[in-house]
């Protein structure tokens, strides 16, 4: 027996735009007449678009998903990712059997089951404990199975003493919580889960997630997990498929995939990091912005590189008091390392009305972990006011620093900065 | 490695495939289902499950007042309460387990776009709770019935009442087989909905139920019994009341009539299923 656990091929979903229902019953005899009586191709599959959902196409059909291959290992966790609309949850909706592909197989082993939404089929008006079993047994187990877990679900949702409380009397964190609670006991050989866990409080977040990496490491189960939370993602899956436009854009380790998707969703293509500024005061003219010093918003830092310039150019109409501030973000948006001088020292800028130029001649710590960083440049009083911010204006790849026969630090293992001992 | 797989999703699939081990699988469901209905449908009242009780005798009642009283139409020698109690009872569990399972789709859309499951288990369970509805309204009606015989009115008991169960399931099969064929036709093209209601109610007077069959004659009887409910009301009538036909070939239409529905919708529904989260 082979070890994959699900595996997609040629899969594709074709949609139809717009209202259905004007005009389907002249197309369902259309296609009927073509591929029944005629013996033809069917005339609305070839026509499908490519799901751009930005630009409007020619044809009222769409391909939510299309060409669709790849293969599962038992035991494996993978995360899906991808902008809205990439075609994530209909993946997730073919492979929980929610509506059949317009092409291709899915083949699974085992047991499917799909957590698209917490607490499907709840019903207001009966109680915790009724909504318990009608959860359960919408999910798949019998009465026998959910008896014998009630009492771990109930500690685990934490909402014993409103059991016999109608659900509509509930908090709705407090139904999310049941709801993922019967989830999370079920026990199948495939696990689909989606964006669900976006709700409840940190703590019940934390509880879910470490649930989740119990059900993937511990019990070898094999989960694919949907969901925006790049964090998330990172610390539950091995491994990461990106989608984009209904297609496959990346198939690989977790990291790759998150640093491709960020990349590719922040940063779509070479430009300067003036172009980058989002937000920026009318007095305030820029000439020039170089980092490291090029003004793309592509830069690499060489290893043994002890400083980093950064060097602002511009006119302005009404005087400043300023200072530069530098952010250096993981791919997933968490910050490294800042240079906010102001905010630690209260020493600012004076800029008088007319031309300036700013130098900041910034010391790198010796040791930094290897890979590809964000950077956000704003021009702040701080707490007061920012005179031009500038979210994502450039990539920094990072060459890490090693000596001889070592080897530079990894970020998601060692951190960013290596310290020194004396 | 081609054998191993338990799970094959494709674009198409049989004509009928009805699966009945994962129905019988999800048995526990359809438990579910039925408690569901029945618990939430006296969920903060005060009269709770008399109020299954309530809806008929009042109905009764009415029509002892419009048909019987006002209309004069002729009951066949049975006391009226009797007579229209018996209609209302059988008709109201048809007409309840025809809505149940024609919403299935249409009300159930949010459950169905999230979890897999046969879907057959929810008009199948819609048919189960009415019929334990049916039967706390029978318990009524014996009440009723005894109540007659005590006082002295003369009632026959034929051996023709040993069909009710038969009655209750060709009722039954009636309702789902035609329910299912307008769910799936509602959940694409929502048109039918309207005219499903007031069709509803037209049929319900195309069936002798505030009337006997041998009130209508000439082509009006001959379309009355066309209609595939008329041999079921009749028979049950005839069974205990001493009016109405005990028709062979009335039940045996009725019969080939029900299955050649129920093969079509099976047909039909399994077809929708697979996609309709697409066209609702």
């Known amino acids: 027996m082979s070890d994959i656990a699900i595996q997609f091929e040629n899969v594709g979903k074709l949609y139809h735009l717009g209202s259905v229902g004007t005009g389907t019953l002249s197309h369902d005899l259309n296609r009927w007449w073509q591929t029944k009586i005629l013996r033809k191709e069917d005339p609305y599959l070839r026509i499908g678009e490519t799901n751009d959902r930005a630009h409007r196409g020619n044809s009222d059909f769409v391909w939510a998903l299309r060409d669709i291959n790849f293969e599962v290992k038992q035991g494996e966790v993978v995360g899906i990712i991808g902008k809205n609309g990439a075609g994530k949850s209909t993946l997730l909706k073919l492979l929980s059997r929610v509506t059949a592909p317009t092409t291709g197989v899915i083949r699974a082993k085992g047991r499917i089951a799909s957590l698209l939404e917490v607490g499907t089929g709840f019903h207001q008006e009966m109680t915790g404990r009724e909504n318990i079993y009608m959860n359960g047994a919408i999910m798949g187990m019998t009465r026998a199975e959910i008896s014998r877990k009630l009492d771990a679900i109930v500690d685990f949702a934490g909402v014993e003493r409103y059991l016999d409380t109608p659900v509509k009397r509930y908090s709705s964190g407090m139904t999310v919580r049941l709801g993922f609670a019967v989830a999370a006991f079920l026990e199948p050989e495939i696990l689909v889960v989606d964006e669900v866990l976006a709700v409840g409080d940190a703590e019940f977040q934390k509880k879910a997630i470490g649930k989740m990496q119990d059900v993937s490491r511990g019990e070898g189960r094999t989960v694919l997990f949907v969901s925006h939370n790049m964090a998330a993602v990172r610390s539950l899956c091995q491994r990461g498929v990106v989608l984009e436009d209904g297609g496959m854009a990346f198939d690989g380790g977790v990291n790759e995939a998150v640093d491709y998707y960020i990349n590719g969703s922040s940063l779509a293509e070479d430009g300067l990091i003036i172009d980058s500024i989002q937000k920026k005061k009318s007095y305030l003219d820029l000439k020039e912005i170089l980092i490291n010093g090029t003004p793309a918003n592509r830069t690499s830092l060489k290893p043994r590189q002890e400083f980093l310039d950064i060097v602002i150019r511009g006119t302005t109409q009404e005087a400043m008091k300023c200072e530069v501030k530098f952010i250096i973000k993981k791919m997933d948006g968490t910050p490294m390392a800042a240079l906010i001088e102001g905010q630690y020292t209260g020493k600012l800028l004076d800029l008088p009305t007319g031309t300036f130029e700013i130098i900041k001649h910034v010391r790198l710590p010796k040791y930094l972990a290897d890979g590809e960083y964000l950077v956000d440049l704003m021009l702040h009083q701080p707490y007061i006011q920012n005179f031009f911010v500038a979210i994502n204006c450039l990539t920094l790849n990072i060459n890490g620093f090693c000596d001889a026969f070592a080897h530079p630090l990894r970020l998601n293992e060692e951190g960013f900065i290596g310290l020194c001992s004396e | ?280």
């Open chain 2, 1 to 280: 490695m081609t054998d191993d797989w338990t799970l094959v999703i494709k674009p198409k699939k049989r004509l009928l495939d009805l699966d009945l081990k994962s129905l019988w699988r999800y048995r526990d469901l359809w438990y579910m289902y039925v408690r569901r209905d029945i618990v939430t449908f006296y969920k903060q009242t005060i009269l709770g499950p008399l109020w299954f009780l309530i809806q008929p005798v009042l109905t009764t009642i009415m029509y002892m007042f419009v048909f019987g009283g006002l209309a004069k139409i002729s009951t066949d020698g049975a006391p009226q309460p009797l007579f229209y109690l018996s209609g209302i009872m059988l008709w109201n569990y048809f007409s309840d387990s025809f809505n149940a399972s024609s919403n299935v789709f249409t009300n159930n859309a949010s459950v169905f776009g999230k979890v897999y499951f046969p879907r057959l288990v929810v008009p199948l369970a819609g048919l189960t709770s009415n019929l334990l509805k049916l039967l706390i309204q029978l318990v009524l009606f014996i009440l009723v019935y005894i109540g007659y015989r005590i006082a002295g009115v003369q009632l026959p008991i034929r051996p023709a009442l040993l069909l009710f169960p038969f009655l209750v399931l060709l009722l039954a099969f009636h309702a789902l087989s035609w329910g299912l064929i307008i769910s799936s036709v509602t959940s694409k093209y929502r048109d039918l909905k309207f005219l499903v209601a007031f069709g509803l109610q037209l049929f319900m007077y195309a069936t002798p139920i505030i009337y006997p069959l041998s009130a209508a004659t000439g082509r009006i009887r001959t379309a009355l019994e066309l209609n595939p409910l008329t041999p079921i009301f009749e028979a049950f009538k005839y069974g205990c009341l001493g009016c109405g036909t005990l028709s062979w070939g009335g039940l045996l239409y009725s019969t080939v009539f029900m299955l050649v529905m129920l093969f079509i919708s099976l047909i039909v529904f399994n077809r929708v299923e697979r996609n309709f989260m697409d066209t609702v």
